[in-house]
């Protein structure tokens, strides 16, 4: 519950935060108004963490810049066309931007860029009533126009204007409701949900760019699960992720099978639990949380019902794999996080035969060759994949997995695991053979890698002798 006193109390420790009262004094001295605006007053009152400074003003933004040059020692104004004026004062990176009063022409996200004069008026353009609080400095007077502070109490995102119109103007904002309800833990306004089922296709007009970034901010919360229901219980993420949706799968009375959505869902969170647990203090893991939510995508376009009421999904973690490739690729999302959810997804059935019988170390060897640099987040997703509620055979799988990875840490300390690689190279094999460069070495080579895998070291007599053998019997 928020508590105003402690709310208010924190709204002025921000006023008095340095940078703010530097700034503040200086456009006081210039004759113009200031206001820190958005997220940094609803954190403040919500007693969370505050970043990034963003602040607000009736300066245009050739004053802007005027004023902020003497007391910063960089500036840039790349957003100038927009009102924006960035600084670095006294080490912190802060934007400052004149009041907004912007029109949309419904085609495009980009605004027609019209300055104001008022503050209200800038608050009430902005996506949701909680970010649209602004806290006057040095007066240390909040500014409320829309209601932010009843919603906060709430624990509600609601826009400041009509849904419809809001949306209507940039897509993206439904994009931000259900990232915010994640970050936040809040409920969407009833009203605000309507419309922005109402209004889903519209996206379409939202580059893929924009909406990697949104869903990166969204899987990069502590709990993603919130706010992806409301993606898809309003339909939006049909308009740029139909995968996931098409997880709810129809079970019939003849024919059962765990509920692949609510699974999916389960195993982010537990991902997400191992990923904190195994790497305390590091940043979002987004590859393997992308992962553990995309890792049974192929099972819809795989199922096969049998006779007797049983259902199967042969080959989904191949089919998953490159349906997770494609859509990734259409969201523009970089090569290397691309490969390793991809990977991920290929490979995150592979422990569960382990489950049935141990592996020989040869098999040990070619998990960790077949994972490479994606091992650990491997680790953690297989882990998170179990989510039966039979005791019994979750602490089994939790075991074997226990026992797979002593195993790894073992042979690692042994074969230098990490590199695994013949015991002879390319080089050497053209002399022993007396060979040219050409496929030959290749074949060689790989047959080696295929020796090294199965019999660990053998040391490198050894392995001379094995490639002599397999050289003279290819040649027969």
Partial sequence: ?????????????????????????????????????????????????????????????????????????????????????????????????????????????????EFGDAIDGDLNRRDFTVNAMALQVPQVKLIDPTGGVEDLVAHRLRTPI?????????????????????????????????AIERLRETLSIVSPERIQGELVRLMQTDDPTRGLRVLVDTGLIEQFLPEVSALRLEVDEHHHHKDVYEHSLTVVRQAIDLEKTRNPGAAPDVALRLA?????????????????????????????????????????????????????????????????GAWTDSAVRRYVRDAGDQLDRLHILVRADVTTRNKRKAARLASAYDDIERRIVELREQEELDSIRPELDGNEIQQILGIAPGRAVGEAYRFLLELRLDEGVIGADAAEQRLREWWAARES
């Fill in 1 to 113: 519950m928020l508590n105003m006193a402690e709310g208010l109390a924190r709204l002025g420790a921000l006023a008095a935060h340095p940078v703010v009262r530097t700034l503040a004094e200086a456009f006081q001295d210039a004759g113009f108004e200031l206001a820190v605006v958005g997220g940094p007053v609803r954190d403040a009152l919500l007693g969370r963490p505050t970043h990034d400074l963003d602040f607000t003003t009736n300066a245009r933004p050739d004053d802007i810049l005027a004023i902020v040059t003497p007391i910063s020692t960089a500036q840039w104004d790349i957003g100038r066309a927009f009102g924006t004026i960035g600084a670095r004062v006294q080490g912190e990176q802060v934007e400052i931007t004149t009041y907004r009063a912007d029109s949309y022409d419904g085609l495009t996200r980009k605004p027609v860029v």
């Fill in 162 to 194: 009509d849904p419809n119109v809001s949306f209507g103007d940039d897509p993206l904002r439904m994009l931000r409701a259900a990232r915010f309800s994640a970050q936040l833990g809040f409920d969407i306004d009833p009203e605000t949900a309507a």
């Fill in 292 to 356: 553990a939510l995309l890792h049974d995508i192929g099972k819809p376009r795989t199922r096969k019902l049998e006779p007797g009421g049983g259902v199967t999904f042969h080959h989904h973690d191949v089919v998953g794999s490159r349906m997770a490739r494609k859509r990734m690729q259409a969201l523009r999302f970089d090569g290397e996080t691309t490969d390793a959810v991809a990977k991920l997804i290929e490979l995150h059935l592979r422990f569960f035969g382990y489950a049935e």
